[in-house]
């Protein structure tokens, strides 16, 4: 597609529950971001991926937050028995590298809104 | 580690007037990139504008750009002839020249009023 993709757009949820984000990269980058905002904050960082493989997992907030990608493409960040502390937008980018420099930029899509209730 | 400060949780102008939003940051690396994102009610966060550390040219992209202060870590954004559309969150984000994330500020709330 166009640009990054993001399903689905709000998803609510019972504490407890578990749920699965999907994020589809731009078809060609390799690189893919997670973030997470939460109401009225800055992003932040969840998990990068390089490829299928994940180089640096160290936003990820608990063990109950996993996620992973197939076939260099799809991403779907899982939530395993949900708090109310989970809800916040999620965020999904991806680049063509690594996203940190002039050339490669992050290309967002329009994130998917958890309500935990 | 490194911060991001966006010290102005909102700002308002009106329309076709200047507005500079500010943003500072703290790091000890010498080779870093500096990013102004957009963020509208859509939700999808849309880079404006974007400084290499090294080079010591203010970018600038039609009416917006920066004033990057590098010994005072200071890299603020100015959108000239401001329109309704500026309405959105601004974002200030930082990354080294070796890390894979970008770090984001808490943002700024920008209102283009009539």
């Known amino acids: 597609g166009a640009g990054v993709s993001q399903s689905p757009s709000n998803k609510v949820t019972e504490k407890g529950k578990d749920v699965e984000l999907r994020c589809d990269p731009i078809?060609?980058?390799?690189?893919l971001y997670w973030y997470r905002q939460s109401l009225g904050q800055g992003l932040e960082f969840l998990i990068y991926?390089?490829?299928?493989?994940?180089?640096?997992k160290s936003g990820l907030p608990s063990d109950r937050f996993s996620a992973e990608r197939t076939g260099g493409s799809v991403s779907t960040l899982t939530i395993q028995r949900t708090q109310q502390e989970d809800s916040a937008v999620y965020l999904c980018?991806?680049?063509?590298?690594?996203?940190?420099?002039?050339?490669?930029?992050?290309?967002f899509g329009n994130g998917t809104r958890l309500t935990v209730t | 580690a490194q911060t991001v400060t966006q010290s102005q949780p909102e700002m308002s102008v009106q329309e076709a007037e200047t507005v500079t939003l500010s943003c500072t940051y703290d790091?000890?690396?010498?080779?870093?990139?500096l990013f102004w994102y957009k963020q509208p009610p859509s939700r999808q966060m849309i880079l404006v504008i974007r400084?290499?550390?090294?080079?010591?040219q203010n970018a600038t992209e039609n009416r917006f750009s920066v004033n990057f202060q590098k010994a005072a870590k200071s890299f603020s954004l100015k959108i000239s002839d401001s329109q309704l559309g500026d309405t959105a969150m601004y974002f200030c984000?930082?990354?080294?020249?070796?890390?894979?994330?970008?770090?984001f500020g808490t943002g700024t709330r920008l209102q283009v009023t009539l």
């Open positions: 078809s060609g980058h390799t690189a």
């Open positions: 400084q290499e550390a090294y080079k010591q």
């Open positions: 984000a930082f990354s080294t020249g070796t890390a894979s994330k970008l770090t």
């Open positions: 790091t000890s690396e010498n080779n870093y990139y």
């Open positions: 991926f390089q490829g299928n493989s994940a180089p640096d």
């Open positions: 980018a991806s680049s063509l590298d690594k996203g940190r420099g002039y050339n490669s930029p992050l290309h």
